[in-house]
């Protein structure tokens, strides 16, 4: 059974950071590239961000550019998001999500959907 | 890549016939997908290349094109599916999502 589950969630202050992991088992890691897709609670969905199976592949939204870093460890079967200057903006659900494709032109471009979700980690930006 | 979904919301009777479309600024050839959300739960994917059904999701879900218009279609609504439904193109980067549709009991 594939599963995706999200930690690193937190209150924290505008302006700090913070590192979510999303940790993955039920399916082959290294075959898949991977994505962050963000909800601010009872509005839409945003994708974040997606990096390609081996990591040398990155995309970000624009909205996060600079500030967010994906990575990925492929031995440990995890994906991360570091997350830095943080906004109020921010305040969202953070979903990792997985990709069939291997994102080797750029992550999800051509893809077939995010085929595996987490159930969502909690960050909350506010003073 | 701009994805335009109406209606934002609709009320429908289990049994209805209940379609959503999403049109986007520009062509994106086939690479649409649809997902499902029900409250407090993560996205479900439903359809894939526009009309192509995920595993384990039940025909009376389905999806057409036709240009930049696409179509999601449940043909007899089911207690289970009222949700809220979202598009997504994955044609270019930044991936994009409408801004989805609730479907509520009426």
């Known amino acids: 059974e594939v599963q995706l589950v999200e930690s690193g969630g937190d209150l924290v202050q505008p302006g700090r950071s913070l590192r979510l992991s999303c940790a993955a088992s039920?399916?082959?890691?290294?075959?898949?590239?991977m994505h962050w897709v963000r909800q601010v609670p009872g509005k839409g969905l945003e994708w974040v961000s997606g990096?390609?199976?081996?990591?040398?592949?990155?995309a970000y939204a624009d909205s996060v550019k600079g500030r967010f870093a994906i990575s990925r460890d492929n031995a440990k079967n995890s994906l991360y998001l570091q997350m830095n200057n943080l906004t109020p903006e921010d305040t969202a659900f953070y979903f990792c999500?997985?990709?069939?494709?291997?994102?080797?032109?750029?992550?999800?471009?051509?893809?077939?959907?995010?085929?595996?979700w987490g159930q969502g980690t909690l960050v909350t930006v506010s003073s | 890549i701009q994805m335009t979904q109406s209606p934002s919301s609709l009320s429908a009777s289990v049994g209805d016939r209940v379609t959503i479309t999403c049109r986007a600024s520009?062509?994106?050839?086939?690479?649409l997908n649809w997902y499902q959300q029900k409250p407090g739960k993560a996205p479900e994917l439903l359809i894939f290349a526009a009309s192509s059904l995920q595993s384990g999701v039940p025909p009376r879900f389905s999806g057409s094109e036709s240009g930049t218009d696409f179509t999601l279609t449940i043909s007899s609504l089911q207690p289970e599916d009222f949700a809220t439904y979202y598009c997504q193109q994955s044609y270019s980067s930044p991936l994009t999502f409408g801004g989805g549709t609730k479907v509520e009991i009426k």
């Open positions: 520009q062509s994106i050839s086939s690479y």
């Open positions: 999500a997985k990709d069939p494709g291997e994102g080797t032109y750029s992550p999800g471009v051509g893809g077939l959907g995010f085929d595996a």
């Open positions: 039920g399916f082959i890691f290294n075959d898949c590239s």
């Open positions: 990096i390609s199976w081996n990591g040398d592949k990155i």
